[in-house]
């Protein structure tokens, strides 16, 4: 079966710096989606970015990127130039190709401090 | 990006009642939907599958009886917590994928429901 693990509970960095949320899954699977979410207090699920399993390149959108490393299971989340509307639960999510359930980690609680 | 509709977004109920949340995904079909339960500060624990035109596929540990799910339209599924009790008061959220092909899920606002 597989998961995903996301070992730092809670973060909080100052403003404008750059700070690198922690994500390891586990899968048998050679093909895959890598997602993370973005929970601001409103309490509504945003993507934040996708990684599919087969594209070596990390995927970028503007001022987040990943990590990603195939090999060691491990998809990290750097967000640059941190801004307080960064303020939120960070998911990290896998899903399958063919099965439509998605698999989310315990989350990061990420603070911006002004 | 695809929209999903989730009404109501907050909702109180008196225990023993049912409650109805609606799941709409407002311009795109889905064949599937899911719910999920989200209690404080902790992830969105998947409850069930919702499938269009045939029966919900539910996890292990979720009353069947107690979270009706129906999904009688492409654009529509609607959970319904029968007999709410207080330990029912949670965060529920929907979501739907497009089509095949599409690779992302897109999820409702949630709905808090509290059991009185």
């Known amino acids: 079966a597989q998961t995903v693990t996301q070992s730092q509970p809670e973060m909080s960095v100052q403003e404008a710096e750059t700070v690198t949320l922690s994500c390891t899954y586990d899968t048998s699977e050679n093909n895959y989606y890598l997602f993370w979410y973005k929970q601001p207090p409103s309490r509504q699920m945003i993507l934040v970015i996708r990684q599919e399993a087969y594209k070596q390149q990390n995927a970028t959108e503007n001022r987040f990127s990943v990590n990603f490393q195939k090999a060691a299971k491990s998809f990290s989340l750097k967000i640059s130039d941190s801004q307080l509307g960064d303020t939120a639960m960070y998911f990290c999510a896998f899903r399958r190709p063919n099965d439509d359930k998605i698999i989310f980690g315990k989350g990061t609680r990420l603070h911006i401090l002004p | 990006g695809a929209v999903v509709s989730q009404h109501p977004s907050r909702v109180i109920c008196k225990s023993g009642t049912s409650v109805k949340i609606e799941c709409r995904s407002l311009d795109f079909q889905a064949t599937t939907m899911f719910w999920y339960r989200q209690f404080p500060k902790k992830s969105l624990m998947l409850m069930a599958t919702?499938?269009?035109?045939?029966?919900?596929?539910?996890e292990q540990g979720v009353e069947k009886d107690k979270f009706l799910i129906n999904h009688a339209s492409l654009t529509l599924s609607t959970l319904t917590v029968t007999s709410a009790h207080p330990e029912d008061s949670s965060f529920y959220i929907c979501?739907?994928?497009?089509?095949?092909?599409?690779?992302?899920?897109?999820f409702g606002q949630g709905t808090r429901l509290t059991v009185v």
């Open positions: 979501s739907a994928r497009p089509g095949q092909g599409g690779t992302e899920a897109f």
């Open positions: 919702s499938n269009e035109g045939s029966k919900a596929t539910y």
